[in-house]
């Protein structure tokens, strides 16, 4: 893949992503504007800025060790610290990311905090059954994820979406308390904003889930341009979607109905899917000779 097309996908996506945000901001102030006027939605999407903004953020660090994260020193892992330092650099991070393990077998790495105070956590499970080059390739997705600032991004998303569900409630009650002025038509109110008080949440949920699935796949390019090649991620993810599809299949799937592979309620893409992307890119690097420097 030439660095052009390169380029024009990188575009693309951080576009796809801001019209996912910016449909999520509109959501709610159409929203607000059906409840109580322009000055309302006005506030209310006022009022998110300024939390996203202003708001306390929570440490990184405390919110992994509430999930019994322990901060993994260099002595432990310096080959794992060397790469988190090489990658870093790579993707020109002003402040290197603390790295923590998490204490159980399932396969898990996410990013937490902001890029100005990043934290990842790999899980046993994950380090454990991937080699080194697996491993380093996750860690270059999540790192992927620090320089985007996709955690800042998924944070405005999130009081987004929780801003549209308490004008929907709120919304609905009043709706409930005019019903008999709407039945007797000394109020009238369309079917479209009807609609728009009862499924607002659901709404803005999709947009919140696409605009997540969006983020991965960035994520998954921005390793690929970090670590020189796509092969070490693709085999990362079928290993992790082959362990995760076998405990489903043991324990929870008997219990939960079955979301379709290609669904909307999912957080992140098919992996199949990511994969497939990612062996697209390899196959252009090697027509290409590679553009990309290597791990």
């Not at 929870?252 to 992140?268: D, V």
């Not at 252009?284 to 990309?292: A, D, N, P, S, W």
């Amino acid at each position: 893949m030439n660095k052009l097309q390169w380029t024009k996908n990188k575009i693309a996506a951080k576009i796809q992503s801001y019209v996912l945000v910016a449909s999520l901001t509109a959501l709610l102030g159409l929203l607000g504007l059906l409840v109580g006027g322009g000055q309302s939605a006005l506030m209310v999407i006022g009022a998110v800025v300024i939390l996203y903004c202003f708001g306390p953020m929570v440490s990184p660090t405390f919110i992994l060790k509430i999930n019994s994260a322990r901060r993994l020193l260099p002595e432990e892992a310096p080959q794992l610290h060397a790469d988190l330092r090489r990658l870093s650099a790579r993707a020109q991070l002003t402040r290197l990311p603390v790295l923590f393990c998490l204490p159980t077998d399932a396969m898990l790495a996410f990013t937490v905090g902001s890029r100005d105070h990043p934290a990842i956590a790999l899980s046993e499970g994950l380090m454990r059954r991937l080699s080194w080059q697996e491993t380093a390739a996750v860690l270059a997705h999540e790192i992927s994820h620090v320089r985007d600032n996709d955690m800042r991004m998924m944070a405005f998303a999130k009081l987004a979406d929780q801003f549209t569900r308490l004008l929907s409630i709120f919304g609905q009650i009043m709706l409930l308390f005019s019903l008999p002025l709407i039945l007797t038509g000394q109020v009238l109110m369309g079917w479209t904003a009807i609609f728009l008080l009862i499924f607002s949440p659901t709404l803005s949920s999709l947009l919140q889930l696409a605009l997540s699935r969006t983020r991965e796949y960035n994520a998954d390019m921005g390793a690929v341009e970090l670590m020189g090649n796509p092969e070490a991620l693709a085999s990362a993810l079928a290993k992790i979607d082959r362990v995760q599809e076998n405990l489903l299949s043991r324990f929870i799937r008997p219990m939960l109905p079955r979301i379709p592979h290609e669904s909307w309620l999912r957080t992140h893409p098919p992996t199949k899917e990511r994969i497939r992307r990612l062996l697209e890119v390899r196959d252009h690097l090697h027509l290409t000779h590679g553009h990309f420097r290597t791990a």
